[in-house]
């Protein structure tokens, strides 16, 4: 059974009230029905290495296709052969056919970003590479479209995720626009009195993808060892993204569970509010459905998830 289905859509995600419409589709041409090819700056991204869609296409009115390349020294994956791709990657992919989409929706009423992310992983977990790249097709369906005034203001996707024709992950992102926080966060202490887990102990390759750090009374902060990360961190932000709050809960349970990486079968994050660069705490509580985590700025929550563990 895929983590998917624990972590599916949660009813609610559209607040109430809210103009729902069907997204503006235009009629198929024969430009549209051959493969588009997205570039790393028409998708927003900083460099060509953080590229992972290779091509797009439509298979239905509000269905589509990608092909994406996974490389094996991806800044995020093990440095060992063979490797086991980072569900982080997965949800990237997702992310960047995302962005990529907005050409076929009504004008966008500003930037929109992710604001809410479930992943899941079929028992075998994802693919293994000891060569170059993993080629991997993504399905994806679009809608849940909302539009105000002509302009649409959320959207969201399902992607499934297939490696030489297995579905292996489910991914569903829905991109909207985020409530900033009202209330200055405190800062965390100065990184030199925090203490950083290794890299080993939060389930990253390398010490720079760290994303926690002991601060004092014990608790857990967001603190990036690298504050511009190449992947989910360019440019150093004064906040978090969505895919680094949930790498942080991932990291956060794996330390406390005392799990490997290989154990991850779901993920899952609803941002609330912006979560700052500083002064973002990590907590921890278990649940029926297994961990789960919150996001604590200034006292309040700013976004909720949780991880889906193989049974031990």
Do not use: K
């Amino acid at each position: 059974m895929y983590g998917a289905t624990t972590y599916g859509t949660a009813a609610g995600d559209v607040p109430a009230g809210d103009h729902r419409t069907e997204p503006v589709v235009r009629p198929s041409t024969d430009r549209e029905a051959v493969e588009d090819s997205p570039t790393w700056r028409s998708i927003g991204l900083t460099t060509m290495a953080a590229m992972l869609v290779v091509s797009l296409r439509r298979v239905g009115s509000l269905a589509f296709e990608a092909r994406c390349q996974w490389p094996r020294f991806h800044p995020l994956n093990e440095r060992h052969l063979p490797v086991s791709h980072h569900p982080l990657i997965m949800v990237e992919s997702v992310r960047q056919v995302a962005v990529a989409l907005a050409a076929h929706l009504p004008p966008l009423a500003g930037d929109l970003e992710p604001v809410s992310i479930r992943l899941g992983l079929s028992d075998g977990g994802p693919p293994l590479e000891s060569g170059d790249a993993t080629d991997v097709l993504l399905r994806i369906a679009l809608g849940d479209v909302e539009a105000e005034d002509g302009r649409c203001v959320a959207y969201r996707l399902t992607a499934d995720h297939l490696h030489a024709g297995e579905r292996f992950a489910s991914c569903a992102m829905r991109l909207a626009r985020l409530a900033p926080h009202t209330a200055e966060a405190p800062r965390t202490a100065s990184p030199l009195g925090m203490l950083h887990p290794s890299a080993a102990a939060v389930g990253a390759a390398a010490e720079p993808d760290v994303l926690l750090a002991r601060a004092p009374q014990g608790r857990m902060a967001i603190a990036p060892r690298d504050p511009g990360h190449p992947v989910f961190l360019a440019g150093g932000p004064s906040r978090v993204p969505a895919l680094a709050v949930l790498e942080a809960g991932r990291q956060a349970t794996l330390l406390c569970c005392g799990r490997p990486a290989s154990a991850i079968r779901g993920l899952s994050v609803d941002l609330h509010a912006a979560v700052p660069l500083t002064g973002a705490f990590v907590e921890l509580n278990s649940s029926p459905l297994g961990p789960r985590f919150a996001v604590l700025t200034a006292g309040r929550i700013a976004a909720t998830g949780g991880v889906g563990l193989l049974t031990a």
